[in-house]
């Protein structure tokens, strides 16, 4: 069983920057991707980023590509997510997720494992 705990939420305003981390504990595996994925109120949860195993790949939705960046620390079994130029619409409960599969998925079905989200708040 592996728990996930996500951290680094907050307010911000807009054209801001946070920086979310997601730190991995109890049974651990070797080959997983790791992915983020957030939900607003009344809305879907939907998918932000994706990184494999190794860290050489990584997957956007087009509305964060350019703006958000996702990377892992393998040593630490946490991954990060960096988020530039924040717009209002980015204001959501930010979940990370760990699939027992070397490669990305995109849909929350694809995934084994979810933290309890961290919520971020864009203020224009």
């Known amino acids: 069983q592996v728990q996930l705990v996500e951290s680094g939420g907050g307010l911000v305003q807009a054209g801001g920057s946070l920086r979310l981390s997601c730190a991995a504990s109890?049974?651990?595996?070797?080959?997983?991707?790791m992915g983020w994925f957030r939900q607003a109120p009344g809305k879907e949860r939907e998918f932000v980023a994706a990184?494999?195993?190794?860290?050489?790949?990584?997957y956007y939705a087009d509305s964060v590509k350019g703006r958000f960046t996702i990377s892992r620390d393998g040593v630490k079994n946490t991954a990060y997510l960096k988020m530039n130029s924040l717009k209002a619409e980015d204001t959501a409960v930010y979940y990370c997720?760990?699939?027992?599969?070397?490669?990305?998925?995109?849909?929350?079905?694809?995934?084994?494992?979810w933290g309890q989200g961290t919520q971020v708040t864009v203020s224009s």
């Open positions: 997720a760990a699939r027992t599969l070397s490669r990305v998925g995109v849909s929350i079905t694809e995934y084994d494992y």
């Open positions: 109890g049974r651990t595996f070797s080959r997983y991707a």
């Open positions: 990184i494999n195993w190794s860290g050489g790949s990584t």
